[in-house]
């Protein structure tokens, strides 16, 4: 080896020892001490062993800015390819200066191109502020701040957002106290995690809302995990710490294909297709108004009990999540009795939507668990713009193409039926009842009550018979389905399982066909 190699080999070693240890030993320690993981950290623990190939790991390292306070690169999830970036709070507190943010893009860039999976770790301010050199310098050069921006940065990021949306799955993970640039992208991924106590998101902090507005609020208040999981619905999965953050991340991955031309990966299951659930029979109560976890229902009809619900604090009246039947990724739909009696909402109507076009963006087949008395009625409903709300899962419904299932379990009464897909022509490929299944605009005593209840002279007894008639005739789905052809089959709880395991086979290739337009304009 000459002496010049030997020489250039040294500095790059040192350099690249330089840049792995971030903001410095200081810096980490005072990360660790907040409870927070390095922005290399989280990668060793999200990513398989050895498998990082890190893009432009020595920008910045010669003006004391390593990585310019951003890592990325690609590696594997469980054997498949990911893009990755994660912010290092140890460098200039991780704010997105220009080489930063066209490290960023081109992350984004190079996961559509690959056509596999964007996962950004987020832990910065937003972007960076130009210190008193900086100012000098362009002053002295008579150059504005965004004059060496280009195309590819950091405020543009949104633009490759935008275009992977329904094309890779997107996810980021928020860090640390995050703002502008760095809540904005997020918001146009697929899914957010969040960390209790080290993560919050804001346009404007604190100390900005204070001298504005005069609210008093603290960071945890404005915009804390909770408040986002619980109260905004932003946050999708909330989590105790982020070892456990990033290890979820890697199981959220298992559920999902690299990109929207392929299908879920497919797992060997261990529970049995052909399994009775004859639990099934005793959780639901046969009176409609009385309630009971259709998460228990849900856990019952999957793979080994193995369900990840997606936003489970925010709009609770819905449960939406992923499940696997027979090894299959199921995104799965259900009203939670629970909650406001399963009623649906403005925002149950949002959380429904968006999850229902998230799946049919990639492949996902979908199964709507249906126990609703409809929407929700009242003046803060209609006022807070149920129609519109309500809308948007009409929407969804009817655009989607991936195979759909809708099985009603107790009762679905008037809007119901539309929200949760049971009415015909909406696109459901089948309709199943379970036996003591109520339907119709009304529940049986409602309509009762409203036909017979104001006539002269009726008594309870009367009443009561025509109510047991009513039963026992138009609110019965085996009579119903005699002249109802919408509906596919009733079936029993105890073959819920099995059924659907062979009907969802039945649809595994379903043609769906592509309209020729731009796009739709969704009642947002």
């Known amino acids: ?17 330089k840049v792995k240890a971030g903001g410095g030993p200081e810096k980490v320690a005072k ?19 050895g498998s990082f190939m890190e893009q432009n790991m020595l920008t910045g390292h010669a003006v004391d800015l390593p990585g310019d306070g951003v890592v990325t690169g690609s590696g594997t999830i469980d054997g498949r390819n990911v893009f990755v970036y994660s912010q290092d709070q140890t460098v200039r507190g991780g704010s997105i200066g220009f080489e930063h943010g066209k490290k960023m893009f081109r992350a984004v860039e190079n996961a559509l191109k690959m056509k596999v999976p964007m996962i950004g770790l987020h832990d910065s301010p937003g972007a960076r502020l130009p210190n008193s050199d900086e100012l000098e310098l362009l002053g002295r050069a008579k150059r504005s701040f965004f004059s060496t921006a280009g195309e590819k940065h950091g405020g543009s990021i949104f633009t490759p957002n935008t275009h992977g949306s329904g094309v890779i799955p997107q996810i980021a993970a928020i860090l640390g106290t995050c703002g502008g640039i ?13 960390v209790d106590n080290t993560s919050h998101m804001f346009i404007t902090g604190p100390q900005v809302v204070k001298m504005v507005t005069g609210e008093d609020i603290s960071m945890e208040d404005l915009g804390g995990s909770k408040v986002h999981a619980q109260k905004t619905g932003v946050c999708d999965f909330r989590y105790a710490n982020e070892r456990d ?14 990109n929207c031309d392929e299908k879920p990966p497919a797992y060997q299951s261990s529970d049995k297709p052909d399994r009775s659930c004859d639990d099934l029979n005793d959780i639901i109560p046969v009176k409609a ?21 997606v936003k489970s604090e925010f709009a609770r ?18 009203n939670q009795p629970l909650v406001m009696a399963g009623s649906m909402t403005t925002d149950s109507s949002d959380k429904q939507a968006r999850f229902i076009r998230f799946c049919d963006c990639f492949n996902i087949p979908l199964l709507l668990l249906v126990d609703t008395p409809a929407y929700m009625p009242g003046s803060p ?17 009817c655009e989607a193409t991936v195979p759909r299932i809708s099985l009603v379990l107790r009762k679905a009464y008037g809007g119901g039926n539309l929200g949760m897909g049971v009415i015909s022509g909406m696109g459901t490929d089948a309709v199943l009842y379970w036996p003591i299944v109520e339907t119709g605009i009304l529940g049986a005593e409602q309509s009762i009550m409203l036909l017979y209840g104001r006539q002269p002279g009726i008594t309870k007894e009367v009443l009561a018979e025509k109510l047991k008639n009513y039963r026992e005739t138009y609110a019965n789905p085996i009579y119903d389905i005699s002249s ?29 066909p592509k309209i020729d337009k731009r796009h739709g304009n969704i009642p947002l």
């Open 1 to 17: 080896m000459n002496e010049l190699l030997a020489k250039r080999i040294k500095e790059l070693e040192t350099i690249r020892k």
């Open 31 to 49: 990360q660790h001490k907040l409870g927070k993981l390095t922005a290399r950290e989280r990668l060793d623990i999200l990513l398989d062993q």
């Open 182 to 194: 760095s809540v904005y992208s997020p918001a146009l991924n697929d899914f957010i995690c969040m």
């Open 245 to 258: 953050c990033m290890l979820n991340l890697r199981y959220l991955m298992s559920f999902l294909p690299l």
């Open 289 to 309: 108004n009385q309630s009971y976890d259709m998460l228990k229902i849900i856990n019952i009809i999957v793979d080994s009990n193995e369900f990840l619900e």
């Open 317 to 334: 009246e819905v449960v939406v999540g992923f499940g696997r039947i027979d090894g299959k990724t199921v995104g799965i739909i259900g």
């Open 381 to 397: 409903q209609e006022h807070s713009g149920i129609i519109r709300h309500g809308a948007k899962v009409l929407y969804a419904l």
């Open 484 to 512: 109802n052809m919408n509906v596919l089959d009733v079936i029993t709880p105890a073959e819920t399982r099995s059924y659907l395991i062979r009907l969802f086979q039945q649809l595994e290739n379903k043609h769906r």
